[in-house]
């Protein structure tokens, strides 16, 4: 999507720089003097150049724009007495050149009183060009005016709508990593909670113990004996907790992995059941269940996800769809086979009697899963 968005704007942008260049081009080709012409075709085609310079700066995330910025307006004042006087007054050849720039001014600056302080130096440019040529002030104004707004109107209809689309994948983004942010803290602080009074206490018994081990060794091997208590408490705890994180909630995950997507910007649907799995059989679905929905978030343009839960003949059968094609993560190397790539699950499965099978119709692409 953001490949033919940024497509689809250049090709508006690209009309803009065709009218920089093609308009003014007709002074060039009009002017009888050869030495006059050429110095009008090189300060046209510098600003040409300069002003797609920074529409491509523009529309591209990874370049900045300040140095586009600065050949732009360094074009621009170069074009004034270089094509100004083209084939005048037969030919406009800078009120051309003033709609051009007053079209490109919301690209030079964010700022709105700026932007509309070279608009006006446009068209005051515009005008004063006129009177030096000798030509008519309100031909000049009117070309620079019409020309400049019609085509900010279309151009920067679409540069609008592509910063609005960089905006909401950076969100999309931002909120899958917000979910595993949560989830992360979610964990640290159960350990924390699970674990750190037991080591706190762990601590101060330890210092007891040591200084009493002079004083009183029979009150310090009683510490010694409370320490190993406590810590084997403290084991058992953690594995306990451990134990409950990796027992797997297959209708959990799915709600959570729904979640997750949802928060995206994937609408997700979630159908049907599986009823209750062993415990072996549910933590395979979980790990293929996450490993399709990193897919859709880092792999696709999805802009939907079904998940199809059902049971057939004693075997269930999960199906996950989405409209965006993604990657198997195999990469271009064999993986190993208990990797996260589909080419692993799939061996991994293999092992527990299941089989996987991924295909893609068009922009449809379906993870199919029984065991």
């Known amino acids: 999507m953001l490949r033919w968005a940024r497509i689809a704007t250049l090709a508006t942008l690209g009309m803009t720089v065709m009218a920089s260049l093609v308009m003014p081009g ?48 360094a074009a621009t004042v170069a074009s004034i007495p270089l094509a100004g006087p083209l084939a005048a007054p037969a030919w406009e ?50 070309i620079t005016l019409l020309l400049g707004l019609s085509t900010l109107a279309v151009s920067g209809l679409h540069v609008w ?9 950076e969100g999309r983004a931002a909120q899958a990593r917000l979910a595993a942010a949560e989830e992360r803290l979610r964990f640290a602080r159960d350990v924390h909670d699970l674990l750190g009074h037991d080591l706190s206490v762990i601590a101060l018994k330890a210092e007891l113990a040591e200084r009493l ?22 084991l058992t705890d953690l594995r306990a907790a451990v134990h409950g994180y990796r027992e797997v909630d297959l209708p ?51 802009a ?25 993560g195999a990469g271009p190397s064999t993986p190993d086979r208990h990797s996260s790539g589909l080419r692993g699950l799939r061996d991994r499965l293999a092992e527990a009697g299941g089989t996987l099978r991924a295909r893609a119709e068009g922009d449809v692409f379906t993870l199919e899963v029984t065991l």
């Open 304 to 328: 939907w996800c079904t998940i199809e839960m059902a049971r057939e003949a004693g075997r269930v059968r999960m199906t996950v769809t989405n409209d965006g094609a993604t990657n198997d």
């Open 213 to 234: 081990i002079t004083l009183s060794p029979e009150r310090a091997a009683r510490e010694a004996a409370d320490l190993r208590r406590l810590a084997a408490t403290a």
């Open 161 to 169: 709508l592509w910063n609005l689309l960089l905006e909401a994948h």
């Open 93 to 142: 050849t800078w009120a051309w050149i003033g709609g051009a720039v007053l079209a490109t001014a919301p690209l030079v600056t964010t700022r709105r009183w700026a932007t509309l302080a070279i608009m006006a130096a446009a068209t005051a440019t515009s005008a004063g060009v006129a009177l030096w040529v000798g030509d008519q002030v309100r031909l000049y104004v009117v």
């Open 26 to 73: 007709i002074g060039v080709l009009r002017e009888p003097d050869p030495l006059r012409a050429a110095l009008g075709g090189l300060g046209v085609t510098l600003f040409t150049a300069a002003q797609a310079a920074l529409f491509y700066a523009a529309i591209t995330p990874s370049v900045r724009g300040r140095v586009q910025r600065l050949l732009f307006a």
């Open 252 to 302: 959990a995950q799915l709600a959570a992995v729904a979640q997750v997507l949802r928060s995206s910007g994937v609408r997700c649907t979630v159908d049907g059941t599986a009823g209750e799995l062993p415990r072996e059989s549910a933590a395979h679905l979980a790990v293929v269940l996450r490993e399709a929905s990193t897919n859709v978030l880092r792999h696709s343009k999805a």
